[in-house]
């Protein structure tokens, strides 16, 4: 497959809707590849810009190295020819590198870098982690600033200025004065995207910040939903924004903010009723009760 260039990759992200496709387990909770290359298919058959294979939704944290890259394979092999696949760098800074050249290897069109975890790192040590992902591979690579590796705006633009394939920016954080500094500081040099769970509640705001796109993981079982928020954001149509919110979001988010780990779970319920079978989740995460799931699916027969 061909290597996309980063700044086309970048350009590509930035032109559309993002989604993290959950990632199936069978019975056993074992990688159900038939199952997931379904739920590839009827994603990348909508105007998506990009699908983040073995992602946070797609409980990546969860995967072993080799059913990492057992994931991004296959979703590079059933959809990388119509969307962007960018597969996932995770953990200590060699098995980061390790994975980024594992994805190049697959065929993936990018790399979101996650943060390592388990440990604290100061900005210097930060910028060395990101800087040797770049290094290892010719992909476009997406530096994603959460939890132990939130970055500061002056790190953000060492790491643009030293690395070319620095293509983007995926904050986790919301923090305006942080948005505002780095988007002053670099301009359009990277693309901007929103990653706060649940990224539609931030997304009207965010957009006044440079964030011109986000992760849906809505889009996962209700896609025509998540795409028309997405124009609607886009345009700046509060009133139909603040409805959507109203009616779907805000509900679902009360449901979502229940139980720890469930803006995964919840996604699974949602493509149970949907009619598409998402399957369990693996632990540490839990599954929504019967109940919830119950009233996840009258909600979503509102609106589908």
């Not at 994975?99 to 440990?119: C, I, K, M």
């Not at 989740?281 to 929504?288: A, E, I, K, S």
Request: with cysteine.
């Amino acid at each position: 497959m061909t290597l996309l260039p980063p700044d086309e990759l970048a350009d590509r992200l930035r032109s559309g809707l993002l989604s993290f496709p959950v990632t199936h387990f069978d019975a056993d909770l074992q990688f159900d590849e038939p199952r997931y290359r379904e739920h590839l298919a009827w994603q990348a058959g909508f105007d998506v810009a990009g699908l983040f294979a073995a992602g946070g939704t797609g409980e990546g944290f969860s995967l072993t190295p080799p059913e990492i890259d057992h994931v991004v394979r296959t979703a590079v092999s059933e959809v990388g020819d119509r969307v962007p696949v960018i597969a996932p760098a995770t953990g200590a800074t060699a098995l980061a590198v390790a994975q980024a050249e594992a994805a190049q290897d697959a065929g993936a069109s990018g790399v979101l870098l996650f943060p390592p975890y388990l440990t604290e790192a100061s900005q210097r040590g930060l910028a060395e982690h990101v800087s040797a992902v770049c290094r290892a591979t010719d992909l476009g690579v997406i530096v994603y600033s959460r939890a132990n590796a939130v970055l500061t705006d002056t790190t953000v633009a060492e790491l643009a200025e030293r690395n070319p394939n620095l293509v983007g920016f995926k904050d986790g954080v919301g923090d305006i004065e942080r948005l505002t500094r780095i988007y002053a500081r670099l301009g359009d040099r990277l693309t901007y995207i929103g990653g706060l769970p649940t990224a539609e509640t931030f997304a009207l705001p965010l957009l006044q910040l440079g964030v011109s796109t986000y992760s849906s993981a809505l889009y996962n079982f209700l896609p025509e939903f998540a795409l028309s928020f997405y124009a609607a954001v886009r345009r700046q149509d509060r009133e139909t924004v603040y409805r959507m919110l109203s009616e779907f979001v805000i509900p679902y988010l009360d449901i979502r903010d229940r139980g720890k780990g469930y803006a995964v779970s919840i996604i699974k319920a949602g493509l149970t009723a949907v009619g598409r079978n998402g399957g369990r989740v693996r632990p540490p995460l839990t599954d929504l009760t019967d109940d919830e799931r119950a009233e996840l699916a009258t909600l979503v027969q509102k609106v589908s």
